[in-house]
């Protein structure tokens, strides 16, 4: 965001998509273990996907509130598929097992956001750049500078005479980078949905623990009476 630092800025950021994500998981838990899980990660890609779009709709004048209805629908969403995913993968596993899910499941999860912010920075700075050459930038310099977070930096030395132009052209192609890259992450958001919606399905519960044997199925000990 222009105009504001680093912690100002994530936390205009997160603090949105936290709270939705928090509020939703808490309200849902007495149905996560009845529920199949197609709908619950299905559905919360989906509302991912749909909170980037409404994300995406940027413009040079755009200031923090117009990022405030799709982060709280894509933190609703997070909420929805983080919970039903870690359950319903813990359920899937015999008990002694639910180490090794849990972890899998974290590391597909950090996967997935190492992914998603190279695609989607990679998109930004790009498109960035492409639209700061179109407005007369071609060095290169100010959208390195720019895309890593220096635009205060380079606006506090920027001389004066042109100061207004160089902010008015960061601001319109930051505005345009942003909107394209959430428009890619909200295109893989949609399609990682449907894919959840059509792959899932309901787990039957997992059986007895590796090595342990069913009760009526136990031998009895030596010399113990039937």
């Given amino acids: 965001m222009v105009g504001l630092g680093p912690i100002r800025a994530g936390l205009a ?56 209805p799709g982060l709280i629908v894509a933190g609703a969403g997070v909420g929805l598929a983080t919970a039903a995913l870690v359950s319903h993968a813990m359920a899937a596993v015999p008990q002694l097992s639910g180490g090794m899910a849990a972890g899998a499941v974290n590391t597909a999860r950090q996967l997935g956001f190492t992914f998603g912010v190279a ?12 639209h700061l050459a179109a407005a007369g930038h071609r ?11 220096q635009t205060r930096a380079v606006l506090a030395h920027t001389p004066a005479a042109g100061r207004a132009s160089v902010e008015a052209a960061v601001r319109a192609a930051s505005a345009y980078g942003l909107h394209i890259g959430l428009l890619v992450a909200g295109g893989l958001g949609l399609v990682g ?21 069913p009760a009526e199925q136990a031998v009895p000990e030596p010399g113990a009476r039937l």
């Fill in 13 to 68: 950021g997160t603090a949105p998509l936290s709270l939705a994500a928090f509020v939703l998981s808490a309200l849902i838990g007495r149905w996560l273990h009845a529920a199949n899980p197609r709908w619950l990660v299905g559905g919360g890609l989906l509302l991912i996907g749909t909170g980037a779009l409404l994300q995406s709709r940027l413009y040079a004048q755009s200031g923090g509130m117009a990022l405030l």
């Fill in 119 to 130: 695609v989607v920075g990679s998109v930004f700075a790009g498109r960035l750049a492409r």
């Fill in 139 to 149: 060095s290169g310099a100010l959208a390195q500078a720019v895309a890593g977070g």
């Fill in 193 to 213: 949905g449907m894919v959840a919606l059509a792959a899932l399905k309901r787990h039957p519960a997992a059986g007895p623990a590796a090595g342990q044997v």
